[in-house]
T-cell receptor
Framework: DAGVTQSPTHLIKTRGQQVTLRCSPK?????VSWYQQALGQGPQFIFQ???????QRGNFPDRFSGHQFPNYSSELNVNALLLGDSALYLC???????????FGPGTRLLVL | GQSLEQPSEVTAVEGAIVQINCTYQ??????LSWYQQHDGGAPTFLSY????GLEETGRFSSFLSRSDSYGYLLLQELQMKDSASYFC?????????????FGKGTRLSVIA
């Protein structure tokens, strides 16, 4: 049973560029949440997708957008990258109305 | 708003018991989860408390007191591999799968 997978593992971009991160949820899970984790901090909630719609959103600007596909996989897009967007981006999957979320290994983004 | 407080660092001896506390102030509360994260790794789910009391899973136990807005994670028979960051995370009462609000984490160092 595959767990949550994310790609790529590492990414280097320059300011102003755009990036797309991908996530495949754990088998049987239908909900995907994205988190940003800065160095030395706890993960911060970006948004959550269920039934291909954004259901909840944290305190992140519109530069952060996402998508969920019919197979429940998801993408996180960040436009007009800033230096402060450098972080570990984590995807977590869960099944509807269950509290436990399972995290993927993350994508480490460096913006130069 | 939401805030969670946990100690930034804890050091304990191999074989000993350590308790990591977490106090929270949130607008609404559904439950408290604990996650372990090794350096460079993803957060791994440890436990979840929705009701007051103690939940035990092997060497790890978690406690919740809703009236005191307080919880703790107890690690027994410490092993070197337990050296990691530990995060408490509040689950808020929203639709479906609720996003997690994380504390800043406690870095546990287990020494010989």
């Amino acid at each position: 049973d595959a767990g949550v997978t994310q790609s790529p593992t590492h990414l280097i971009k320059t300011r102003g560029q755009q990036v797309t991160l991908r996530c495949s949820p754990k088998s049987g899970h239908d909900t995907v949440s994205w988190y940003q984790q800065a160095l030395g901090q706890g993960p911060q909630f970006i948004f959550q997708y269920y039934e291909e719609e954004e259901r909840q959103r944290g305190n992140f600007p519109d530069r952060f957008s996402g998508h969920q596909f019919p197979n429940y996989s998801s993408e996180l897009n960040v436009n007009a990258l800033l230096l402060g967007d450098s972080a570990l981006y984590l995807c977590a999957s869960s099944f509807t109305r269950q509290e436990t979320q399972y995290f993927g290994p993350g994508t480490r983004l460096l913006v130069l | 708003g939401q805030s969670l407080e946990q100690p930034s660092e804890v050091t304990a001896v191999e074989g000993a018991i350590v308790q990591i506390n977490c106090t929270y102030q949130t607008s609404g509360f559904y439950g408290l989860s604990w996650y372990q994260q090794h350096d460079g790794g993803a957060p791994t789910f440890l436990s979840y408390n929705a009701l007051d009391g103690l939940e035990e899973t092997g060497r790890f136990s978690s406690f919740l007191s809703r009236s005191d807005s307080y919880g703790y994670l107890l690690l027994q028979e410490l092993q070197m591999k337990d050296s990691a960051s530990y995060f408490c995370a509040v689950i808020l009462p929203r639709w479906g799968n609720t996003p997690l609000v994380f504390g800043k984490g406690t870095r546990l160092s287990v020494i010989a």
